[in-house]
């Protein structure tokens, strides 16, 4: 399963979900404008591995997510941290869009080649260290 916390308009779930027809994509968003723009959109498009949920991705589970994919702004990245520690599972990944996660070392930093050069944060949540 991978979530898309903060969909926004839906300019990645979509071709996520396209993509990946194999996968299931669940895009949060809780901003009614662009989740109704994207409830609309997927009512065309009919992609059937897609679901567009309008919450808070703060109440959101995310212990079945495989991949999670977030462009947020630092104090949400901050905030986030923690459910990401708690909820995912060891081998899980996050990708995030220009902003780092504070206190997490990145498996990968990547450079898009846009017209920003934005970077890509890629963390993969760790197994538990044994005690």
Known sequence: VIFEL???WGTLAFPLARRLPGRTVRAVEISPLPWLFSKLRHGVDRLTNLSIRRADF???????AALVVCYL???AMDG????????????AYVLSNTF????????AVRRADDLYATT???YRIAEPSPE
């Open 6 to 8: 903060g969909s926004g």
């Open 58 to 64: 703060r109440q959101v589970d995310l212990g079945e």
């Open 73 to 75: 702004f630092p104090a």
């Open 80 to 91: 986030l941290k923690a459910k990401l520690e708690a909820e995912l599972k060891p081998g």
């Open 100 to 107: 780092a996660v504070p206190g997490w070392r990145p498996e």
């Open 120 to 122: 890509v944060y890629l």
